[in-house]
């Protein structure tokens, strides 16, 4: 191996490790006390790097919190996959997709919201942002799937179901007249709702 190839191999390590314990320490601040009371220089501090070195990484706070969430709802959205694929009734077999992504989002409310509105309203082009995209659209394709099961639902029809099913998860977790739902309650008014989008 090259002297020079070496030297890129240990950059790409140390930035990786920075990288690993940036997302450690918003991790825990954010889990502690709210993303909304915490500033990037605590984050700085606890990762042991400048907020210099900090914003090389993310550029705001809302970009620290996809960096940290976006890991976990992928964990959630395959946990929710796997369950999907040994439950036989279609609506139940949604539901145990959505469920894991509903609880993921209320370990911490505050945070499940700000992730929420980040993810929608930020910038598409960022890779964050488009990394929380990718997930929703991932979700989507898994409910299709699901969707599909029911003979009755053509192909076209399951992936705008998915999209409405993903609409109606996302104002169940994010609108303020639900902070105080627990996760059975959230997941009591998506049934309803998705319930009536499915035929009879």
Request: glycine fraction near 6%; include cysteine; proline fraction near 2%.
């Given at each position: 191996?090259s002297?020079?190839?070496?030297?890129v191999?240990?950059?790409?390590?140390?930035k990786?490790e920075k990288?690993?314990?940036?997302v450690?320490?918003?991790?825990?601040?954010?889990?502690?006390?709210?993303v909304?009371?915490?500033?990037?220089?605590?984050?700085?501090?606890?990762?042991?790097?400048?907020?210099?070195?900090?914003f090389?990484?993310?550029?705001?706070?809302?970009?620290l919190?996809?960096?940290?969430?976006?890991?976990?709802?992928?964990?959630?959205?395959?946990r929710?996959?796997?369950?999907?694929?040994?439950?036989?009734?279609?609506?139940d077999?949604?539901?145990a997709?959505v469920?894991?992504?509903?609880?993921?989002?209320?370990?911490?409310?505050?945070?499940?919201?700000?992730?929420l509105?980040?993810?929608?309203f930020?910038?598409?082009?960022?890779?964050?942002?488009?990394?929380a995209?990718?997930?929703?659209?991932?979700?989507?394709?898994?409910?299709?799937?699901?969707?599909?099961r029911?003979e009755?639902?053509?192909?076209?029809?399951?992936?705008?179901?998915?999209?409405?099913?993903?609409?109606?998860?996302?104002?169940?977790m994010?609108?303020?007249?639900?902070?105080?739902?627990s996760?059975?309650?959230?997941?009591?008014d998506?049934?309803?709702?998705?319930?009536?989008?499915?035929?009879?």
């Amino acid at each position: 191996m090259s002297v020079a190839s070496q030297s890129v191999g240990r950059r790409e390590r140390n930035k990786q490790e920075k990288l690993d314990r940036i997302v450690a320490a918003a991790s825990e601040l954010f889990a502690e006390h709210g993303v909304d009371e915490v500033t990037t220089q605590q984050i700085a501090d606890k990762a042991d790097i400048g907020t210099g070195t900090l914003f090389l990484y993310a550029k705001t706070k809302g970009e620290l919190l996809l960096l940290v969430q976006n890991a976990k709802y992928v964990e959630a959205l395959e946990r929710g996959r796997a369950g999907a694929e040994t439950v036989p009734g279609v609506l139940d077999a949604v539901l145990a997709i959505v469920r894991p992504i509903v609880e993921c989002n209320r370990v911490q409310i505050d945070n499940g919201r700000t992730y929420l509105r980040e993810m929608v309203f930020g910038d598409p082009e960022e890779p964050r942002h488009g990394a929380a995209l990718a997930i929703v659209a991932q979700t989507e394709e898994a409910v299709a799937a699901v969707l599909r099961r029911d003979e009755r639902v053509a192909e076209g029809d399951a992936a705008t179901l998915a999209h409405i099913v993903s609409a109606v998860m996302f104002l169940s977790m994010a609108v303020s007249v639900n902070i105080a739902l627990s996760v059975e309650e959230i997941m009591q008014d998506i049934r309803k709702h998705v319930d009536v989008l499915l035929p009879c």
